[in-house]
């Protein structure tokens, strides 16, 4: 069977999965408090165990798109992100949703990276490069049009999108089997690929690199506290909502499909938001891009607190929506900042040690939080999560406050 050209397969890849996955996790958080009856702790314990699963399988799955074959890494990737969320769709107890997330998570690992660099083998970096962009924005439309569908099946049956985007991503991989093309594929060189030996010697280098610039603490430090708030509030802002507020009637709709409307609202302010910063913010210049950043995790940590506490609906979702739209900015913008305080010859070093920082936080940060839920509840460990993100504040206060381009410091500390 003749194979597909190469970008019209990675939109179609790109716009699918998206697609699917939207119309999968619309309604999973209400699934999993509803009719699972999930406890806060539990909870946050099913995303920690997504988060440990990407975190320890990352490596070893990366083998097969580094060695063996990306279309061959993408395709089992598909068959078990579909499945995983399938199981966790049909079955309403903590352990399959628990176990679901750990077999999608593994699949996730084997196409994080491989759809990138499948791409750039066959159509060459400059092309992929524009393709991404085109794919992002296929993958908003395609996001917004699963809200849509997910709501539509959701009153039906609440697990049913969750159900029939799995098993729409367990069939995307065999439209992958028939018609995915690989003509560029080349095996990485052994000193190439990301192992485990890598990983740990990219730590000793990141230690080693802190003793002599502690500059770097400031932006490991930030990537910490940001992983440790995140998760809890992720996975707990559904069943807050849920149990302290009701919803108007939507027409014939059932209630639950309110939450279609929240996360598709919240879809279209972060791409408005993201936009209007895109056209205005210097990206040049560190001191622009750090205030955003300092205002905006203010704003964020604000907006957890008026979420946590909120007693009225409206100001409840507006809050919501601003932790979105914050949070959608503060993503690409602190990426940015991170780009430019680092000396070339640290970045990929410095930016790995983030990741692995971040990760951490997110692990070690969900079950205190969740079980701060159980034990209290789900508004006060809502409001402990912003108290857990308030350090970042006096992180990007200091850069503020540092007379020199950090990269120069950076750069002067690694002279010295």
Known sequence: MKKLAAYPTYL???????????????FNLVYQAQVAHLSPLQLVLVGTSLETTIFLFEIPTGVVADVYSRRLSIIIGAFLIGA????EGSLPVFFAIALGQVIWGIGYTFTSGAIQAWISDEIGE???NKAFLRASQVGMAAGLAGIVISTLLANVRINLPIQAGGLSLFALGFFLVLWMPETGFKPLPKEERNTWKNMARTFRNGLAMLRKRPALYTILGIGLFYGLYSEAYDRLWVKLILDNFSFPALGPLKPDSWFGVINAIGLLLGVVATEIVRRRLDI????SIARLLLASSAGLAISLLVFAFSGNLL???GANWGIGVLRS???PVYQAWVNQKLDPS????????SGQVDAIGQVAGGPALGAIGNLVSVRAAIAAAALVLSPVLF???RALRQHSEPAVIIAEEAAD
């Open 12 to 26: 179609v890849i790109e716009g699918a999965t998206s697609f699917f996955m939207s119309m999968a996790f619309t």
């Open 126 to 128: 400059a092309a992929a």
């Open 346 to 353: 640290t970045r990929a070093t410095v930016l790995s040690m």
């Open 395 to 397: 992180l990007y206060n």
């Open 329 to 331: 900015l503060i993503g």
């Open 315 to 317: 100001l409840a979702l």
């Open 284 to 287: 040049d210049s560190q001191r």
């Open 84 to 87: 995983g969320i399938a199981l």
